[in-house]
């Protein structure tokens, strides 16, 4: 028997975001993990705000949207601040009720901004890092080491040369042809992104306006305990692995590949 198509909206719903959420999803005990880590954090928190003016995005809810743009590879912080609106799972996890009003995402990024340049996500992750630790869940003898490029937020037409003063602007989108020019890092920086590098992964890659990336990862489990950016060269990704390696506890013997 066919059912009937109703359109009804309930004027009032009796219901916590926490009841739609499957009681197996992989979120919950994430969820718990992270719970107690900020915890932990707080007394940084505390040291980080001003104790008056207007009260700004709670840090707790700015580093568990990081973790939901990693989860489900949300590419820009609009996508996520639109997708919380009316998701109820990620309401959920940042801890907002159904009927609260979801920040603009210009404010949401400014306020995250401001927390990423501090090191503070880094002792996120140490803390989460503790805990797996603590469940005998990381090895503490061998390692790999592993990079990726992070593009910069910045156009190849942005590539000039350092002593050439900077030529007017000719447009939104002007246009510039590199045949016959070598761009070198040595030689050549970008206007708007000054620290970026000009950098392939391998050969037959188009070089781009980068930054790197490197994970320290135990073998035993898979599980990543230390992260490092660095600016883009050859050698960036041997040299991260020293520092992140020395950070490792302990003081036995230990392996590492890259």
Do not use: C
């Amino acid at each position: 028997m066919r059912g009937n198509d109703n359109s009804t909206e309930s004027m009032f719903v009796y219901l916590s975001p926490e009841s739609f959420v499957p009681q197996n999803h992989p979120l919950r005990s994430i969820r718990k993990m992270v719970d107690k880590a900020l915890a932990e954090l707080d007394p940084e928190f505390q040291a980080m705000y001003s104790h008056i003016g207007r009260p700004s995005i709670a840090p707790e809810k700015l580093l568990k949207g990081l973790l939901l743009q990693a989860f489900y590879t949300i590419r820009s912080n609009r996508l996520l601040v639109e997708q919380i609106g009316y998701n109820v799972l990620f309401r959920w996890f940042l801890g907002i009720s159904l009927d609260e009003k979801v920040w603009d995402h210009s404010t949401f990024s400014a306020n995250q901004q401001r927390l990423v340049e501090t090191d503070i996500a880094r002792k996120f992750l140490a803390k989460i890092a503790d805990q797996a630790r603590e469940k005998k869940l990381l090895s503490d003898e061998h390692f790999s080491v592993d990079g990726t490029l992070i593009d910069a937020w910045a156009s190849i037409k942005s590539f000039h040369p350092k002593d050439d003063p900077p030529d007017p602007p000719k447009g939104r989108n002007e246009e510039r042809d590199f045949h016959g020019k070598k761009l070198k890092n040595d030689t050549h920086a970008s206007a708007t992104d000054p620290e970026s590098r000009l950098y392939k992964k391998g050969k037959g890659k188009e070089a781009k306006l980068s930054y790197m990336g490197h994970a320290l990862m135990e073998n035993r489990n898979g599980f990543i305990v230390d992260t490092m950016a660095t600016l883009a060269s050859g050698t960036a990704e041997r040299d991260a692995a020293a520092i992140m390696v020395a950070d490792v506890p302990g003081s036995k013997r230990i392996t590492v590949g890259w």
